[in-house]
């Protein structure tokens, strides 16, 4: 149980366009998901916490406007990369978490902006 | 500032000698602790967390608040047990939001 996914696995785009990244919690309901963004050879840093329903909270030093969230179900976060850039190529992870705090992670999606 | 440090890199062992990945945190609150692991080309995974006390894959950790550390621990380490691993510090703020540690990759030799 507690299977998270993402799709897509992994995206090439242009500079200058958007991007979606979708995160699911397969075979529970999440009350929370969060989304991380690792470099090479480096930590999880994490972005937002997303709740259902709400507007999502993010970190210190994370534009909101550059990285959309939208948590249209329990089951369900995107994250929208908005007019990407070479810059914002990454691993990008999201986790969703069951009542009890334990965090359960998607497989990542690759993303990288030519 | 809540922080987790793990200061090792890269921690190289022979098959079957023991291993200690250190972790280390700062926290003025109640923390909860965990280890998660990740191995080659597999999405992260929780391999325990301190409040359940168990023993994962034959690793333990125990949680010191007196040198507020949380060290994993393995008394004969398998090559299988290569993989990268990340101490992470929950509590900090509200949703059960995790700070990661910088991680410590362990390659166990044949």
């Known amino acids: 149980g507690a299977v998270v996914s993402q799709h897509p696995s992994w995206v090439i785009c242009k500079s200058g366009t958007s991007v979606k990244i979708e995160c699911r919690s397969l075979d529970f309901q999440a009350t929370t998901m969060f989304w991380y963004r690792q470099f090479p050879k480096q930590s999880l840093m994490l972005m937002a916490t997303?709740?259902?329903?709400?507007?999502?909270?993010?970190e210190q030093g994370v534009e909101k406007d550059k990285f959309l969230i939208n948590h249209a179900s329990l089951t369900l976060s995107t994250l929208t990369v908005t007019s990407a850039h070479p810059e914002d190529s990454s691993f990008y992870i999201c986790s969703a978490t069951l009542n009890e705090g334990t965090q359960y992670f998607g497989p990542g999606t690759r993303l990288l902006v030519l | 500032a809540q922080r987790v440090t793990q200061p090792e890199k890269l921690l190289s062992v022979f098959k079957g000698a023991p291993v200690e990945l250190k972790c280390n945190y700062s926290?003025?609150?109640?923390?909860?602790l965990f280890w998660y692991v990740q191995y080659s080309r597999q999405r992260l995974q929780l391999l325990l967390r301190?409040?359940s006390r168990e023993s994962i894959k034959g690793f333990t950790a125990d949680l010191n608040k007196g040198e507020t550390s949380f060290h994993l621990k393995k008394p004969f380490a398998q090559e299988e047990d290569s993989a990268m691993y990340y101490c992470?510090?929950?509590?900090?703020?509200?949703?059960?939001?995790?700070?990661f540690g910088a991680g410590t990759r362990l390659a166990v030799h044949p």
């Open positions: 926290y003025s609150g109640s923390p909860e």
């Open positions: 992470a510090l929950s509590g900090v703020g509200g949703y059960n939001k995790l700070i």
């Open positions: 301190h409040i």
């Open positions: 997303s709740n259902e329903g709400s507007k999502a909270t993010y």
